[in-house]
């Protein structure tokens, strides 16, 4: 990874999947944990695994398995190492060993959100009883599963303190910040922490088909035990998008149902309470499941619901694991399938969607089991607040919006031209998503469509370290440039053209430009002294009287300006030579022949 300075991760991951020396295995006697029932594969209690247990279990299976192996993939912000648990019997450990099994890869991220440690003990339980149930072993032959134990080991490790008031437990557990108080869940754009260069590192190289992220979920009470999130559906390339709405999401359910565990769609409420309607949650590519989504990867999160027992939660997340599992070994060829072509899609077509919105005219509805809703008087301010009757069931139809459309779309150039000057930050955070770019060695003349910035909304305080832009407006001018020696070309036609457009298209939502990596742009750099400037405004004036004629109309039309004595000579400024060619000016250009 040049440039990039957790290339050490890098290779250690790599160094661990080529290196499968043979192990002497022994049969442990002993259970892993007195918490496994091994005959009914449930979790029992109200405590979760501390990292440093959880980790312990894994090396323990690691030793007693051959299909199974724990490797470190990088580091924590705090320096901790990251782990990846592969079970994949009988076809090695690399990706390349695994595909030419004709395997299909799930990916488990445990512990994004630590404060949510349901499905580190999911995950262990999964991992069990993968590798010791002979029934259960049957829904990895066509699957390797990548399982991350724990990625925010931080914050797993900052049990002190409680948090999550409304959460019924477990009784300790981590928080949702990581070292530097991210929140690793909006990081997968911008990757300030460390722990994404590791993540987005090791997805690049297993490229999985699916990503599972564990989770649980706040908001409005209910009787379902699990809440299903699902990559936005609409923007999905239409093969996956197919496979996932018309096969996996229907036979989730039905797992899920047949284990007597109830299920919705992850949601937010129109109003304050479930029956005036639901929408689906919209991930932008900051998320996990956004990003993954322009790798044209299915993600799936498990939004186990806060307010059910922690063991009910464990089991809930353990369940949705496994019947991922199963639609993945129930149409292993079809998944394949799907993502090929979804690849190839992105690769050829010339046109993607960005900034995504509602579509309030679909509206479908959705069988709701949930408790019925009322206000009584606080007993802390006094005021009205809102009860769920647990006591009671409500059984009703509600409104449900799980559609959205494309705000704005964006033909893809032939290429982008990345100016040397801004490969720093930007290079090493694509190179780990797997784009491609290339050096340019000659001066090269290019003919590009420059972008300049019009208008944008910025975030009053910062949002996760940045103070974020939105509503970016601007207009496109072609133009030659030369192209110089040192800067990069990211050529487009390959897998990774929609990453490359969500994050190089300075009015893309999640872009670069948005999450602050070109603010220095937006500043002016070169200004005048008012009045040894008259007279050359003066002049200038009497040079043109097409400006003369634009400075009239305007005073006319704009009462402030017309009083205005620095706003009239600024105009002429910006309208003369002197102009600043580089403020506004968007750096990367869009390659057009
Ligand atoms: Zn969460």
Redesign the pocket.
Same mark, same amino acid.
């Given at each position: 990874m040049p440039g990039s300075p957790f290339c050490d991760g890098h290779s250690l991951l790599l160094a661990n999947f080529a290196g499968m020396h043979a192990r002497v295995f022994g049969i442990l006697g002993g259970l892993l944990s007195t918490l496994w029932s091994q005959a009914q594969w449930t979790f029992k209690g109200d405590s979760t695994a501390t990292w440093e247990q959880a980790i312990a279990r894994y090396q323990k299976l690691d030793r007693m398995h051959t299909g199974a192996r724990l490797l470190e993939i990088g580091n924590d912000d705090d320096g901790s190492p990251i782990h990846v648990f592969l079970i994949s019997d009988g076809s090695g450990f690399t990706p390349d060993s695994i595909r030419a099994a004709g395997k299909n890869i799930l990916w488990i991220t445990n512990g994004?959100?630590p404060g #949510?440690p349901d499905g580190v003990d999911a995950s262990l339980l999964l991992a069990q009883a993968l590798l010791e149930s002979d029934q259960l072993m049957g829904l990895v032959v066509h699957t390797a599963v990548c399982i991350v134990p724990v990625y925010n080991v931080w914050g797993a490790k900052q049990r002190e303190h409680p948090s999550r008031p409304d959460q019924q437990g477990p009784s300790e557990h981590g928080i949702?910040a990581n070292a530097r108080n991210l929140d690793l869940?909006r990081d997968f754009v911008k990757m300030d922490a460390r722990n994404t260069w590791t993540l987005a590192d090791a997805l690049r190289t297993m490229d999985p088909d699916v990503y599972f992220e564990t989770?649980?979920s706040d908001g409005a009470d209910h009787r379902y035990v699990m809440e299903l999130l699902t990559t936005q559906k609409d923007k999905l390339s239409p093969s996956l998008s197919a496979f996932m709405t018309a096969t996996m999401i229907p036979e989730l359910y039905t797992w899920m149902d047949r284990k007597g565990m109830l299920m919705c769609p992850y949601f937010e409420t129109v109003q304050e309470v479930p029956d005036s309607g639901l929408v689906a949650f919209y991930d932008s590519p900051r998320y996990s499941t956004g990003y993954n989504a322009l790798f044209d990867r299915i993600g799936i999160l498990s #939004?186990s619901h806060m307010l059910k027992p922690y063991a009910q939660r464990v089991n809930a997340t353990f369940q949705l694991m496994l019947a991922t599992l199963a639609v993945m070994n129930k149409y292993p060829g079809q998944l394949h399938e799907a993502r090929e072509e979804a690849k190839a899609r992105t690769a050829a077509v010339d046109t993607f969607g960005f900034n995504w919105t509602l579509d309030t005219t679909r509206v479908d509805s959705l069988e709701w089991k949930g408790y019925p809703a009322g206000q009584e008087a606080s007993r802390v301010t006094g005021l009205p607040r809102l009860e769920y009757d647990s006591r009671k069931t409500l059984d009703i139809t509600v409104p449900w919006m799980e559609s959205y459309r494309a705000s704005l779309m964006k033909r893809k150039p032939k290429a982008y031209h990345l100016p040397a000057a801004w490969a720093r930050d930007l290079v090493p955070r694509m190179e780990l998503s797997g784009v491609q770019l290339v050096r340019i060695t000659n001066d090269t003349v290019l003919t590009v469509e420059v972008s300049t910035i019009t208008d944008f909304n910025t975030s009053h305080s910062p949002f996760e370290g940045h103070y974020l832009h939105s509503d970016v407006r601007a207009t496109r001018e072609r133009t030659k440039i030369t192209a110089h020696q040192g800067d990069f070309i990211i050529s487009m036609g390959a897998a990774t053209d929609r990453y490359v457009m969500e994050v190089l298209e300075c009015d893309a939502e999640d872009s670069f430009f948005a999450w602050g990596f070109f603010d220095s742009i937006l500043q002016q750099k070169e200004w005048f002294t008012p009045y040894s400037f008259e007279d050359i405004a003066a002049f200038m004036l009497e040079q043109e009287p097409d400006l003369q004629k634009q400075l009239e109309v305007r005073r006319a039309g704009d009462p402030a300006f017309a009083s205005d004595r620095w706003a009239q000579l600024n105009f002429v400024l910006q309208h003369s030579a002197y102009r600043e060619r580089n403020y506004r000016r968007y750096p990367v250009l869009r390659v057009v022949e």
């Open positions: 994004i959100h #949510e949702r869940n989770h649980v #939004e």
